[in-house]
């Protein structure tokens, strides 16, 4: 079964660079979330989006901006970064209204490293 | 403010049963139990819905007290591949799912 896709798989920086991270969610999935997660700390929920608008936002600092495609694919665009931007960032792909129902499915993460 | 777990961490040795709370200071209308290996994405145990359901599949069950605010995962005869760490996780009624404080779990031969 398609599970949700996420490039690249890692990703080296220097600080005040820009990065971007891809989404691909499970096919007829229409909600996607990103989550950021530093080393031995749980994952910070940062943005979601059902059919293409923003649906929900949390700890994303102003300097990154997201946004989900005609496709349902999504972007994390992440600008100015820092050395505590540093972690692995997951994607999740979700149907609408699982939040009670169902699960998360969770890609294999983006691991991002600012030098 | 995201839901508190306790204990920190758990060392145990296989066979021997494990039990991690999640507790909340807000009202829970539903909670997620995920497990994630190092270096992987969590990958989804259960979710509990309503106040006194209980679910579980092979040796890991749960349980949630709606009044209390809590839940709570119980790992029996743990095995090797328990080994991870545990995330509770609610959404507090909106579109987005908050992780606990996480439990590292280590299983031993």
């Known amino acids: 079964a398609a599970g949700v896709i996420q490039s690249p798989r890692h990703l080296i920086k220097e600080k005040r660079e820009t990065a971007t991270l891809k989404c691909y969610p499970i096919?007829?999935?229409?909600?996607v979330y990103w989550y950021q997660q530093g080393p031995g700390q749980d994952p910070q929920f940062l943005i979601s989006?059902?059919?293409?608008?923003?649906?929900d936002k949390g700890s994303i600092p102003d300097r990154f901006s997201a946004q989900q495609f005609s496709d349902y694919h999504s972007e994390l665009n992440m600008s100015s970064l820092e050395l505590g931007d540093s972690a692995l960032y997951f994607c999740?792909?979700?149907?609408?209204?699982?939040?009670?129902?169902?699960?998360?499915?969770f890609g294999e993460g983006s691991r991002l490293t600012v030098l | 403010q995201q839901p508190v777990q306790s204990p920190q961490a758990v060392i145990l040795r296989e066979g021997e049963d494990a039990v991690i709370n999640c507790s909340s200071s807000?009202?829970?209308?539903?909670v997620h139990w995920y497990r994630q290996k190092h270096g992987e994405a969590p990958v989804f145990l259960m979710i509990?819905?309503?106040?006194?359901e209980q679910k579980g599949h092979d040796k890991i069950s749960a349980s949630f007290n709606e009044k209390k605010q809590q839940s709570s995962l119980y790992l029996t005869a743990s095995q090797l591949s328990y080994s991870g760490t545990y995330f509770c996780?609610?959404?507090?009624?909106?579109?987005?799912?908050?992780f606990g404080t996480g439990t590292r779990l280590q299983v031993f031969p």
């Open positions: 509990l819905l309503k106040g006194g």
């Open positions: 096919p007829r999935h229409d909600t």
């Open positions: 989006f059902y059919e293409k608008m923003q649906s």
């Open positions: 807000k009202a829970l209308y539903s």
């Open positions: 996780g609610t959404d507090y009624n909106t579109d987005k799912l908050i």
């Open positions: 999740a792909s979700s149907l609408k209204g699982s939040m009670n129902t169902g699960e998360l499915f």
